[in-house]
């Protein structure tokens, strides 16, 4: 009991200096989780403030101590039954199954957010007032909530726990451990575009993987989404709805709990719960999303037509010539002058698209920029883990070890598998779209446009073992060739052997079409055959159609297809300003005067 004193003094200091606003030497503090990555089963003690709502020793909703007479649990829980029937357990760890952490209490009463609705899902939240108050241990303590105002940016990693289902229509097996799972935050605007506009109020916060696979489920409604922030766990959502269970691109919807921190006080009226402001770092990448119906986001810049003379009272219009931004292109390497077979060393610039996929600051795979803000690689590159918060995409780098005055790095929004038979790639999406230059391009992808006749003389690359002691990016000359017993697939391409290594996984075949460079697969390696082989096998891009375009969306046209315009014209309407005044940031300086010329 010293010891944890001591702890709650350590922590009550921290509190004041994050703005906690009570109890703030017990909320929060977990001291039996050292949780770092995610697991399955919850180790005992891990979230102390995980309780079960039963009637009958039947487990139907979860929720979360909040205070010691006080848990928190989703409106839509009470839809059938009263508070006379429920009885809560609190320090849970397998249920049914009794230890000397199991303490449970009755409850006295209920209070249903009187605005929530079971058609909308809108205000899903409602209070438990325990018929006694418990007395908290290392198992049972309550935890601390999100205050108004506080920020879950798009990425945000959080933990969802509960005795639910663990798929649709799957009950959690003997001994029902308390399961755990981390997902991210996905922001407001790509929930309501993934959903149906509108569905998704601010009163609502979306997490999961759009790849699905890790979810929230039945059973779990009630519980707590918690982020720790610096020693402190958070709640910031109440498990409310969702599509099915762990589906891709229909992440969960939790209650907002920071929406309803004075509603909360205004029932609570003595030993309030404690209240934390957290603060996500960095811009909001969800600010960037749009798609059909969903509403602009409001600027507060207005921009006008006019403006004022140094001379005279009055204002004048007055005449600005502008250039227009030239237009996004793929395949276009103006540094690449192969035009001979040999394998070698890159130089700076040959193979503009080319990426770097790291983890920890460590190269693991190359990849491949197909749209200003797409990466894609192999999907067996994330076997690791497929969080985008562990991702960073390097730009415009040469040696891995060594100088790169032309790299970008950029950290990863999503992340997107395909689900095929074999060969899987990978859509990263990035935080936001690097500045286009001669060093980072985009490489056209093969989406049933192009043909690859056989003999046809095409190239990979990647950072293998080959690169010296600098690791500098590798180049790979090969032919098509006709796949013969190596595959009947027609989604198959093949080519001569090449020398590739595990790093080079996940980088591009590319052949030359007019004047435009196109990928037509990812490179993978077939590492389970000892077959010695005449040929490589790779998955053609086209074999994914479907799923680029349904992640990726717009890919920019080839470089030989698109004209460049320039043009000269004055500012208009508000709208025509804020285009040319894009268009002054984008273009380059050497362009802009040869426009002008």
């Given at each position: 009991?010293?010891?944890?004193?001591?702890?709650?003094?350590?922590?009550?200091?921290?509190?004041?200096?994050?703005?906690?606003?009570?109890?703030?030497?017990?909320?929060?503090?977990?001291?039996?989780?050292?949780?770092?990555?995610?697991?399955?089963?919850?180790?005992?003690?891990?979230?102390?403030?995980?309780?079960?709502?039963?009637?009958?020793?039947?487990?139907?909703?979860?929720?979360?101590?909040?205070?010691?007479d006080w848990v928190l649990t989703a409106a839509h829980c009470f839809e059938s039954f009263t508070a006379s029937q429920v009885t809560v357990f609190l320090g849970e760890q397998s249920?049914?199954?009794?230890?000397?952490?199991?303490?449970?209490?009755?409850?006295?009463?209920?209070?249903?957010?009187?605005?929530?609705?079971?058609?909308?899902?809108?205000?899903d939240i409602a209070l438990l007032q325990l018929n006694s108050s418990v007395t908290f241990t290392p198992f049972?303590?309550?935890?601390?909530?999100?205050?108004?105002?506080?920020?879950f940016f798009n990425g945000t990693l959080t933990w969802v726990t509960g005795w639910g289902d663990t798929d649709f229509g799957v009950s959690l097996p003997a001994p029902m451990t308390l399961q755990e799972v981390q997902v991210p935050v996905i922001g407001n605007r790509k929930c309501n575009c993934l959903y149906e506009v509108g569905a998704i109020t601010n009163n609502m916060l979306c997490a999961g993987l759009l790849?699905?696979?890790?979810?929230?489920?039945?059973?779990?409604?009630?519980?707590?989404?918690?982020?720790?922030?610096?020693?402190?766990?958070?709640?910031?959502?109440i498990v409310s709805f969702g599509e099915g269970c762990a589906l891709p691109n229909f992440p969960g919807v939790y209650t907002r709990v920071s929406e309803y921190e004075n509603w909360i006080k205004q029932q609570i009226t003595s030993n309030q719960p404690g209240y934390v402001t957290y603060s996500s770092s960095g811009t909001d990448g969800d600010l960037s999303v749009s798609c059909a119906g969903l509403p602009a986001l409001a600027t507060n810049a207005s921009t006008n037509t006019t403006v004022p003379t140094t001379r005279a009272s009055t204002t004048t219009t007055k005449i600005v010539p502008t250039v227009a931004a030239s237009p996004v292109v793929c395949g276009n390497a103006k540094l690449n002058t192969i035009t001979e077979g040999g394998n070698s060393l890159a130089s700076s610039g040959v193979w503009p698209w080319m990426v770097s996929l790291q983890s920890n600051g460590t190269h693991v795979c190359g990849g491949t920029l197909v749209a200003e803000q797409f990466a894609l690689s192999s999907a067996a590159c994330l076997s690791s883990s497929s969080n985008a918060s562990d991702w960073t995409v390097i730009l415009g780098r040469l040696k891995q070890n060594g100088s790169n005055p032309n790299e970008v790095a950029i950290s990863v929004k999503n992340i997107s598998l395909s689900d095929g038979t074999a060969n899987n790639i990978a859509v990263l999406e990035l935080s936001r779209k690097p500045t286009l230059s001669d060093f980072i391009q985009p490489i056209c992808v093969d989406l049933g446009d192009n043909s690859f006749p056989i003999n046809t003389p095409c190239w990979a690359s990647g950072w293998g073992l080959g690169g010296g002691v600098e690791q500098t990016l590798q180049q790979f000359n090969t032919t098509i060739l006709d796949c013969g017993n190596a595959s009947t697939s027609n989604t198959s391409i093949c080519t001569g052997v090449m020398p590739l290594e595990q790093t080079d996984t996940g980088g591009p075949l590319m052949c030359k079409i007019g004047q435009s460079w196109v990928q037509a697969a990812v490179l993978t390696l077939n590492?389970?055959?000892?077959?010695?082989?005449?040929?490589?096998?790779?998955?053609?891009?086209?074999?994914?159609?479907?799923f680029l375009a349904a992640k990726v969306g717009t890919f920019p046209p080839k470089a030989n297809t698109t004209s460049v315009s320039t043009t000269i014209k004055p500012l208009g309407s508000k709208a025509s300003s804020f285009l040319s005044f894009s268009s002054?940031?984008?273009?380059?300086?050497?362009?802009?005067?040869?426009?002008?010329?």
């Open positions: 009991m010293v010891t944890l004193r001591t702890v709650s003094v350590v922590f009550l200091i921290g509190f004041l200096a994050k703005g906690c606003r009570s109890q703030l030497n017990v909320c929060g503090v977990a001291p039996l989780n050292t949780k770092i990555v995610g697991g399955q089963n919850a180790t005992p003690g891990s979230w102390p403030w995980q309780v079960s709502l039963q009637i009958n020793g039947f487990h139907f909703c979860g929720g979360s101590l909040i205070n010691s249920l049914g199954i009794p230890t000397s952490n199991v303490v449970s209490r009755s409850v006295t009463r209920v209070i249903i957010n009187p605005s929530y609705s079971s058609v909308t899902n809108d205000n049972i303590r309550p935890v601390c909530l999100a205050a108004t105002g506080s920020t790849a699905g696979g890790k979810d929230s489920c039945q059973g779990d409604s009630g519980g707590p989404l918690v982020s720790k922030q610096g020693g402190i766990w958070v709640q910031a959502g590492t389970k055959s000892r077959v010695v082989r005449s040929v490589e096998v790779f998955s053609k891009t086209i074999t994914f159609a479907s002054l940031i984008l273009l380059s300086i050497p362009a802009f005067i040869q426009a002008l010329s």
